[in-house]
């Protein structure tokens, strides 16, 4: 496989440590939306996917740069949700929590699924195999894997992007702050996949490929593909 490159794992704890005193004011204010909305934005799809999935207290924190992002997330992503914080940090909103996807929601996005209305990137994401249990993809407890980066030259970006997954491309880079002037990563847990040489054809590595260096983390045992990072590029 000459489109990967064997990296050092990396290791680490995200965040700080310290006595854990910190003059911060925090605050969570808790959100309750209670309309319905019958149509899932791509931006939506992408986001409330691998909730419809799996059975588990699962949180989304989707970080708020701006009034845009925050609009978007309000009314295309939290909407779909029961429990909606808002994390205030010294009176700004950082981040929005999003957990309990709504039952209407997710039969409305399962509708969406058998009738093959999902976007195909986020179909090949996480519907294009057999589905393995989320808790297999928590890298804390995994010792033997291995980091590969993804050698941008040896995939065959796709000349034109299509334009409605674009805003998904957009919306990530302005939330997570995945652009040239960080080094922030937004990580993607696929469902079912496996590191195989055809990997490299999907059109998902294609597109991402096209906006972002790609890194993956495999299970060396199973060859199961644990995440797939998205880093500025």
């Given amino acids: 496989m000459n489109w990967l490159r064997e990296m050092n794992v990396k290791t680490g704890v995200n965040g700080t440590l310290g006595n854990g005193i910190s003059n911060e004011k925090l605050e969570i204010k808790i959100v309750?939306?209670?309309k319905k909305r019958n149509d899932i934005t791509i931006?939506?799809?992408?986001f409330i996917a691998i909730h419809t999935l799996f059975d588990l207290p699962l949180?989304?924190?989707?970080?708020?740069?701006?009034?845009?992002?925050e609009e978007i997330v309000m009314e295309q992503i939290a909407v779909h949700f029961n429990k909606i914080q808002k994390i205030v940090i010294n009176d700004r909103l950082e981040r929005i929590q999003l957990r309990e996807i709504k039952?209407?929601?997710k039969y409305k996005f399962l509708e969406m699924s058998r009738y093959n209305q999902i976007h195909p990137i986020i179909r090949e994401l996480y519907f294009s195999s057999d589905i393995?249990?989320?808790e297999h993809n928590f890298l804390?407890?995994?010792?033997?894997?291995?980091?590969?980066?993804?050698?941008?030259?040896?995939?065959e970006i796709p000349f034109q992007t299509d334009s409605s997954f674009l805003d998904v491309i957009k919306f990530i880079k302005k939330s997570f702050g995945v652009s040239e002037e960080d080094n922030h990563t937004f990580v993607i847990s696929p469902a079912g996949w496996k590191l195989r040489n055809e990997i490299k054809n999907l059109e998902s590595i294609?597109?991402?490929s096209k906006y972002f260096n790609l890194e993956l983390i495999?299970?060396?045992?199973?060859?199961?593909?644990l995440s797939l990072d998205l880093l500025n590029r």
């Fill in 32 to 34: 309750q939306i209670d």
């Fill in 140 to 155: 804390t407890f995994r010792e033997n894997k291995k980091l590969y980066q993804v050698l941008n030259e040896k995939i």
């Fill in 103 to 105: 039952d209407f929601s």
């Fill in 43 to 46: 931006i939506a799809q992408f």
């Fill in 59 to 69: 949180v989304t924190a989707i970080p708020i740069t701006n009034d845009e992002v």
């Fill in 132 to 134: 393995i249990p989320l």
């Fill in 206 to 208: 294609k597109l991402f």
């Fill in 218 to 225: 495999v299970d060396n045992e199973n060859s199961q593909i």
